[in-house]
Nanobody, 116 residues
């Protein structure tokens, strides 16, 4: 059974950094691509960043380019989202996503709050 478990969220001041982790089981190699999405109150869930398992190709939402970095460690079955220069508008629940063909899998989400 596929499980995605996020960690690393929390409260941070504007300009600060956080690193989110997504532990994948049974194996990250089951998937074509991994991604991070976020959903703020009253808004739709949006793609933040994605990475392919083969090749490590990445893409980012315009709002986070230059500030966030997605990476994967295949040996550890883990995907990361390094978030720097955080802004108030980055506050949201962040969800890990795994895609295998037409199938999507989701984690339970981790809260990121940017506040002074």
């Amino acid at each position: 059974q596929v499980q995605l478990v996020e960690s690393g969220g929390g409260l941070v001041q504007p300009g600060g950094s956080l690193r989110l982790s997504c532990a994948v089981s049974p194996s990250i190699l089951r998937f074509n691509a991994m991604g991070w999405y976020r959903q703020a109150p009253g808004k739709q869930r949006e793609l933040v960043a994605a990475i392919t398992l083969v090749g490590g190709n990445t893409n980012y939402a315009d709002s986070v380019k230059g500030r966030f970095t997605i990476s994967r460690d295949i040996a550890k079955n883990t995907v990361y989202l390094q978030m720097n220069s955080l802004k108030f508008e980055d506050t949201a629940v962040y969800y890990c996503n795994a895609r295998a063909g037409p199938h999507d899998y989701w984690g339970q989400g981790t809260q990121v709050t940017v506040s002074s």
